[in-house]
């Protein structure tokens, strides 16, 4: 009689022929560039997309080859993001580790950023169908557009919620979404299971953005494991910071918006420490919540599994993180 | 009777629906993202990918809705590949116009290069096969090698001839290569074509990216359209300055290597001189030359066509060019 495989153990073995398909589709006959794309494991960080992928598709049906090409495809796609992200945002650490971009110079980071864009879309054109490319590139299209609209904004102090909310659904919830899509579509889902599933990783997605800009005010590096205070630093306001511009008294605001407007670093500390005080925290999480009340919904319609249970417990975990 | 068009102007019409798969392509629902890919425009050059992609197709059959759309393709990772290297380069001026990096900052350069990367591969994935999708992802992880090395190589005055030729071909030749087998093969060519107008599509780019190298230290400003000395100055050697360290004497080469790891430019403008006066400018001209002859070679196997004439004259005009 075989033992029942818990869900956790089965994904981790599907985890492990991710990063096997994940390294070896980066293999080159350079040695130095092998040397460059080994610095990328010490920045391997909790493989969320690919763990929502494998996920949605237990959720749904039976896991195939193709669910572990799409899971390293969508890692490949994340990690080019961070390492362009950090050349953007001149960051030196991740995950207690020196930045690429720190370690081989900011020429090297995008070359390097490059280098894994074009052997994701590499790897997924392995699969038959291009059905996975298409909206792979779709969404890479969108996330180019989000974080456009970041530095596009860079020291806009008038951003409103509403922008803020738009730049995240783009820059990180439409990666979140076509992960739980594609996990969904490649187990034979209905079209009706894949929107569920596609709309719940969007708000995870949301949610996971907030809690990080979060994390960026009320984190320290050694918990984070990045460096803090970033994005009001380059002026990119976040959720807590449009709470505490629109509700602050005009005193308040023209305080916060001469510290931010001002490369004095002790000016930016004491504005962290105020609104790290102040109930813009709180509130911010608390649309973090709601957003993850939302898309535990959409998991309604799915059978009853183990891999149902994970999905309600990584939209959960997501609120949990301090790093 | 129907008058016979000239490949020339045949080829017009198609290139200006190239134009028009580019831009439609681009088009975001985002206003300043139209903003910036419209700066784009300005920097569009001679369409040279497009150009040997509809050639290799005219040349070996009928040119479908693929190679439209395949040349709109590779246009696109071209200018994708420019508007990176400009920021690796620092590069200041490109055909006359101030580079992306200098009109939108660096930070926007790289997300616009990555917007057009992705744009590039998401139009591709239109087509019905995965082969383009291949090929394309296949020869763009070789121009990411490529660039690597370039850089990893910056400030290495041994660089060797063999060294040097390795870098073009993966930075350069491996794309204008996929241009002509991609044509020849949309338009339903043999493997045997096929590997002919291949192979002269890599000697045509290698001969190119050599003449390219040479105007940096033969041409003006005005007449190249971009910034030159920038690869001395980035203490990246091309063919000429290979040519002149390892013949020059002893002394010749210590002022050489001096002026290239000064940071005085009065210096490295006294070695382009010196080396514009050289015959280093010569043999790599022959060089260049040569690669060109090898390339004609290749059409010997094709039917005597207008098509065949356009490809023949395209890989001397490589040779001609002073921009």
Known sequence: MKATIEPASSL????????DAFDDELRSDLPF?????????????????????????????????????????????HMATLVHDDVLDDAQVRRQNDTINRLIGNEGAVLLGDYLISHAYHLCSRLKSTHASRRIAAVTNTICEGELMQIDNRGNLDLTREQYLDIIRRKTASLTSLCCEL?????????????????FGLLV???????????????????????VGRDAELGELTLPLICFLSEASSKDRARLIDALSD???????????????????????????????????HLNSLPDTEARSSLIAAAQFVLQRRR
């Open 33 to 77: 560039v092998n040397r460059l794309t080994a610095r990328l494991r010490e920045q391997r960080g909790k493989l969320l997309r690919p763990r929502l992928l494998l996920m949605s598709g237990q959720a749904v049906g039976d896991l195939r080859e193709e669910h572990v090409i799409l899971s390293a495809v969508v890692e490949m796609v």
């Open 263 to 297: 490369g004095d670093p002790h000016k930016r500390e004491a504005v962290r420490a105020v609104i790290a005080g102040s109930d813009c925290i709180d509130q911010a999480m608390e649309t973090a919540q709601s957003y993850v009340r939302s898309a535990l919904i």
């Open 183 to 199: 996990g969904a579509t490649a187990a034979g889902a209905d079209e009706a299971i894949v929107r569920h599933l596609s709309e």
């Open 205 to 227: 997605g949301m949610a996971f953005q907030i809690v990080d800009d979060l994390l960026d005010l009320t984190g320290s590096q050694d918990q984070t494991g990045k460096t």
């Open 12 to 19: 981790a073995q599907h985890l492990d022929r991710v990063i």
